[in-house]
C-alpha cells in the first residue's frame, strides 16, 4: 500500500504566533477576504490580535461563530458566509470540545 504525506512549504507556530498572521499571509500571496470560523474562547482572546495583524496586512477579514458541533447544516453556513464575503481564504480558529 502506498501511504503519501503532504505538508505545506511554510508552517508557522510559536507564542504569539498569531500577531503575524496578516503578515504570513502577504507572504504566501493570500490577500483576502478572509473569513475566519472561531468559537467563543478563540474570538473573546483574538479579536483584537486578528483586527491589528490584518489591518497592518491591508486584508479584509469577517468572523463567524462556529455553531459547536459539525454538521452539514454548519457546512452550509459556512459556506454561504464564505460566498456572502467573496473570501478568498477560510481560517479555523479554536478546537476541541469542552469534554
Not at 473573546?44 to 486578528?50: K, Q, S
Not at 469577517?62 to 454548519?74: A, I, K, Q, R
Amino acid at each position: 500500500m502506498l501511504a503519501v504525506f503532504s505538508s505545506p512549504s511554510r508552517y508557522t507556530q510559536g507564542k504569539d504566533a498569531t500577531d503575524s498572521l496578516g503578515s504570513e499571509m502577504r507572504n504566501l500571496g493570500l490577500d483576502g477576504p478572509a473569513l475566519i470560523l472561531a468559537g467563543n474562547s478563540a474570538t473573546r482572546l483574538l479579536a483584537e490580535t486578528w483586527r491589528r495583524t490584518f489591518a497592518e496586512a491591508d486584508i479584509k477579514f469577517d468572523v463567524l461563530p462556529f455553531g459547536g458541533e459539525c454538521s452539514l447544516t454548519e457546512i452550509e453556513r459556512g459556506k454561504g458566509a464564505a460566498r456572502e464575503i467573496h473570501a478568498q481564504v477560510i481560517i479555523g480558529a479554536g478546537g476541541g470540545a469542552p469534554w
